[in-house]
């Protein structure tokens, strides 16, 4: 059992890099989401996609942009990595948006130097 | 103001103690509330979700207060199983809203 998997799990960026994370989910899920969590902070929302076809902002949505390729597959895009984006990344999935239950991947650590 | 606010704790028990928590929202037209547990290094999952009468799972019992605007867990018979950080996480408008956690530590 799948679920939702993440890559990479380790990362580390120069400031100014480029880089993708990559989630896809094997349970057949209408909704996914990217969240990031910092020490002392619940996680935030960056971007989320409620079904196929359509992507919305989150509460920190600067610096990221996002692709639904299909309803298994949702990525995450730092075009110019800061400091700033140095964090733990967790992609999620649930079968609507309308659902409070979530289904985390592993996270990806993410330093930026 | 943040709109979940949790204790950060920790709170440290011995095995078999009782322990107690509370969450606090902001949005008092919040309509779905739920407690994730995380362990250390890694990904949240749903522990429960919380009704409005409250609700039991096993040692576990959640309780909303919806005049006071908080959520609360109680962990009976405390297991060293059950160290981890948990989170209080409020619905509004299909919004999640997550809190930083309150972490347990169980000691034998």
């Known amino acids: 059992n799948a679920g939702v998997t993440q890559t990479p799990k380790f990362q580390v960026l120069k400031t100014g890099q480029s880089m993708t994370l990559q989630c896809a989910q094997d349970m057949n899920h209408n909704s996914m989401y990217w969240y990031r969590q910092d020490p002392g902070m619940g996680l935030r929302l960056i971007y989320y996609s409620a079904s196929e076809g359509t992507t919305d902002k989150g509460e920190v949505p600067n610096g990221y942009n996002v692709s639904r390729l299909n309803k298994r597959e949702f990525s995450l895009r730092l075009e110019s990595a800061a400091p700033s984006q140095t964090s733990v990344y967790f992609c999620?999935?649930?079968?609507?948006?309308?659902?409070?239950?979530?289904?985390f991947g592993e996270g990806s650590r993410l330093t930026v130097l | 103001r943040k709109e979940v606010e949790q204790d950060p704790g920790p709170f440290n028990v011995p095995e078999g103690a009782t322990v107690a928590f509370n969450c606090t929202y902001s949005n008092s037209a919040s309509q779905s509330f739920f407690w994730y547990r995380q362990d250390c290094r890694k990904e949240p999952k749903l522990l429960m979700s919380v009704y409005s009468s409250g609700n039991e799972d096993g040692r576990f019992t959640a309780q909303l207060n919806r005049a006071s605007q908080y959520i609360s867990l109680l962990i009976r018979d405390s297991k060293l199983s059950d160290s981890a950080t948990y989170l209080c996480v409020v619905s509004n408008d299909y919004k999640l809203s997550f809190g930083a956690g309150t972490t347990v530590t169980v000691r034998a």
């Open positions: 999620a999935s649930s079968r609507s948006d309308l659902t409070g239950e979530l289904f």
